[in-house]
């Protein structure tokens, strides 16, 4: 029994920390491989909970309840323009399965909302309230991937307005494009019924097309959603997991609807609404935990030695951020590219996560400035003033005063001589180490 004890805590102990102490150059190949797949899931499952996404997705939930009808009156209004209204509505149909007759209902209130957004003084608070729903809805999507992506600034209100519905100019061409594939596989399957090999395949094929829809639309959320550049490979990986995910608990959803007839005795009517708030929590459960996957597969390598950082030494501290310094001032004097975060990671072989802390502690002191990299969008960092006064001392000494001291303690008297060790430490050190890092 201790050893199994003493085996989970040595589990515990290398999934939180030991294997964040493992970087790319020191595994490669096939274990390398399980290493940053296991990293991932590691991380997405704590940022999940600590996250508190099950929260947001019941937020996302009530928004969409509310803008449901006119969202689905937006699409059907596009659709139709297009002949392709009664493409969506077999495709919702046949989507959502036991609820049936609950979804004609809701077809009749679309109905109802379109009819009274052609004229009247309707017309005008319809298609505000319409175009405020959408962007509503949208708005509060973004803003939980953004938190996810940790994407301090949204989109301007022109961004949202153009993406957003062009986003949703899509969806009815997806989903006729979607019934015009299932008709040719039927059409396919109907006239090779007879042949062993051909039908099969095009039944398998049949069966796998929603799986397809759903990647598309899931790998659509997360590169165009966050208001970052998001990997393709990092979001259709969690595209591909996400939107399978949901296919299975779709199909958990709609045989369990069969065994939901309790429900009928206590709601009556009414018994659709707290399965059909259920199916939307759960979906945007599923959502959220694949934008962490996709964050966590990009992002992976910004918290290596996370808990190490937040334990790091003065004395380490400080020679990293000479090294730093001396990588930026050399550069800098010998007129070549300056560097970003991940290129002085990369190059250097240091964690991602100690360079991003040092580097802005770096340029909160005026030591290094922000530029433009060798790429555009990219953030690269170069000497903030004359590198000719930039010594030893000088980095230290600015880095040591930066901060608060407006606490008076030091105005006690049997404090006061402590100033006067700690002063003439430092006086020492600065003396010993006047030497310009650029000649280092």
């Given at each position: 029994?201790?050893?199994?004890?003493?085996?989970?805590?040595?589990?515990?102990?290398?999934?939180?920390?030991?294997?964040?102490?493992?970087?790319?150059?020191?595994?490669?190949?096939?274990?390398?491989?399980?290493?940053?797949?296991?990293?991932?899931?590691?991380?997405?499952?704590?940022?999940?909970?600590k996250?508190?996404l099950?929260v947001k997705?019941?937020?996302?939930?009530?928004?969409?309840?509310?803008?449901?009808i006119?969202l689905?009156?937006f699409?059907?209004?596009?659709?139709?323009?297009?002949?392709?209204?009664s493409?969506i509505?077999?495709?919702?149909?046949?989507?959502?399965?036991?609820?049936?007759?609950?979804?004609?209902?809701?077809?009749?209130?679309?109905?109802s909302?379109?009819?009274?957004?052609?004229?009247?003084?309707?017309?005008?608070?319809?298609?505000v309230?319409?175009?405020?729903?959408?962007?509503?809805?949208?708005?509060?999507?973004?803003n939980?991937?953004?938190?996810?992506?940790?994407?301090?600034?949204?989109?301007?209100?022109?961004?949202k307005?153009?993406?957003?519905?062009?986003?949703?100019?899509?969806?009815?061409?997806?989903?006729?494009?979607?019934?015009?594939?299932?008709?040719?596989?039927?059409?396919?399957?109907a006239?090779?019924?007879d042949?062993?090999?051909?039908?099969?395949?095009?039944?398998?094929?049949?069966?796998?097309q929603?799986?397809l829809?759903t990647?598309?639309?899931?790998?659509?959320?997360?590169l165009?959603?966050?208001?970052?550049?998001?990997?393709?490979?990092?979001a259709f990986?969690?595209?591909?997991?996400?939107?399978?995910?949901?296919?299975?608990?779709?199909?958990?959803?709609?045989?369990?609807?069969?065994?939901?007839?309790?429900y009928?005795?206590?709601?009556g009517?009414?018994?659709?609404?707290?399965?059909?708030?259920?199916?939307?929590?759960?979906?945007w459960?599923i959502v959220?935990?694949?934008?962490?996957l996709?964050?966590?597969?990009?992002?992976?390598?910004?918290?290596?030695?996370?808990?190490?950082v937040?334990?790091?030494?003065q004395?380490?501290?400080?020679?990293v951020?000479v090294?730093?310094?001396?990588?930026?001032?050399?550069?800098?004097e010998k007129?070549?590219?300056?560097?970003?975060?991940?290129?002085i990671?990369?190059?250097?072989?240091?964690?991602?996560?100690?360079?991003?802390?040092i580097?802005?502690?770096l340029?909160?002191?005026?030591i290094?400035?922000?530029?433009?990299?060798?790429?555009?969008?990219?953030?690269?960092?170069?000497?903030?003033?004359?590198v000719?006064?930039?010594?030893?001392?000088?980095?230290?000494?600015?880095?040591?005063?930066?901060?608060s001291?407006?606490?008076?303690?030091?105005?006690?008297?049997?404090?006061?001589h402590i100033?006067?060790?700690?002063n003439?430490?430092?006086?020492?050190?600065?003396?010993?180490?006047?030497i310009?890092?650029?000649?280092?």
């Open positions: 029994m201790k050893k199994i004890i003493g085996y989970i805590f040595e589990l515990i102990r290398f999934v939180t920390i030991d294997i964040w102490r493992i970087t790319e150059h020191d595994e490669t190949g096939r274990r390398g491989i399980v290493y940053y797949i296991l990293k991932t899931v590691v991380l997405t499952v704590q940022r999940f909970f996250g508190r099950a997705a019941s937020a996302l939930t009530y928004y969409s309840v509310f803008a449901m006119p689905l009156a699409i059907f209004g596009i659709a139709r323009g297009f002949g392709m209204d493409h509505a077999d495709f919702l149909i046949k989507e959502i399965g036991t609820q049936g007759d609950s979804l004609k209902v809701v077809f009749g209130m679309i109905e909302y379109l009819e009274h957004t052609k004229g009247g003084a309707f017309i005008g608070i319809g298609i309230f319409l175009l405020w729903s959408v962007m509503k809805v949208f708005t509060q999507i973004e939980s991937f953004n938190e996810i992506w940790q994407v301090k600034k949204p989109r301007s209100v022109v961004r307005f153009t993406d957003y519905f062009s986003l949703l100019f899509l969806v009815p061409f997806l989903i006729a494009i979607s019934s015009a594939i299932s008709f040719y596989f039927k059409y396919l399957g006239a090779f019924n042949n062993f090999i051909i039908s099969p395949t095009v039944s398998t094929m049949l069966s796998f929603p799986y829809i990647w598309l639309i899931f790998t659509m959320l997360y165009i959603i966050p208001n970052t550049k998001v990997k393709f490979k990092n990986c969690a595209g591909v997991l996400a939107g399978t995910a949901f296919q299975v608990f779709k199909q958990i959803y709609v045989y369990g609807q069969t065994w939901a007839t309790n009928n005795a206590v709601y009517s009414l018994a659709a609404i707290p399965l059909l708030l259920l199916f939307i929590q759960i979906t459960i959220l935990f694949g934008a962490e996709s964050f966590a597969g990009q992002s992976v390598r910004n918290y290596e030695f996370e808990s190490d937040k334990l790091i030494s004395r380490y501290y400080e020679f951020a090294a730093i310094a001396k990588i930026v001032i050399k550069r800098f007129g070549e590219q300056p560097l970003s975060l991940n290129q990671s990369s190059q250097y072989k240091m964690p991602i996560s100690l360079v991003s802390v580097v802005d502690d340029c909160k002191v005026g290094l400035n922000e530029t433009f990299g060798s790429t555009y969008g990219d953030i690269a960092y170069q000497p903030a003033i004359d000719n006064v930039i010594s030893v001392a000088f980095l230290l000494e600015r880095m040591n005063h930066y901060g001291e407006n606490f008076k303690i030091e105005e006690r008297e049997e404090f006061a100033w006067e060790y700690l003439s430490s430092h006086e020492l050190v600065k003396e010993n180490s006047e310009l890092i650029k000649d280092m």
